[in-house]
Nanobody, 124 residues
Framework: QVQLVESGGGLVQAGDSLTLSCAGL????????VGWFRQPPGKEREFVAAIRSGVTTYYTDSVKGRFTMSEDNAKNTVYLQMSSLKPEDTAVYYCALNTEIYANPRSFSGYTYWGQGTQVTVSS
């Protein structure tokens, strides 16, 4: 059973930085994509970033240059470092694991395991 646990959310001001963590990613999952998604208030869940260990990282256009996804394999954890935060970044952020071999990392449907989410609120 896979258990993903996010942490690091909070209330910040526009322009601030915040780092989210997602723990629980054992080494056997490193061949798969790990993604960050977010769900703004009243909106659909949307792709933010994804990483395949040691291979590649993807970002949605709205966060490129501001967000960085990274991993610490020794800690079985991935991170989402967020800087220059904007009010429109306000959302519940989820990490997820996609166990499809030929996965589209940007597609919501391929992700099987999800964390419980962590709230990020950016005030103007």
């Amino acid at each position: 059973q896979v258990q993903l646990v996010e942490s690091g959310g909070g209330l910040v001001q526009a322009g601030d930085s915040l780092t989210l963590s997602c723990a629980g990613l054992e080494s056997r999952f490193r061949i798969y994509y790990v993604g960050w998604f977010r769900q703004p208030p009243g909106k659909e869940r949307e792709f933010v970033a994804a990483i395949r260990s040691g291979v590649t990282t993807y970002y949605t256009d709205s966060v490129k240059g501001r967000f960085t996804m990274s991993e610490d394999n020794a800690k079985n954890t991935v991170y989402l470092q967020m800087s220059s935060l904007k009010p429109e970044d306000t959302a519940v952020y989820y990490c997820a694991l996609n166990t499809e071999i030929y996965a589209n990392p940007r597609s919501f449907s391929g992700y099987t395991y999800w964390g419980q989410g962590t709230q990020v609120t950016v005030s103007s």
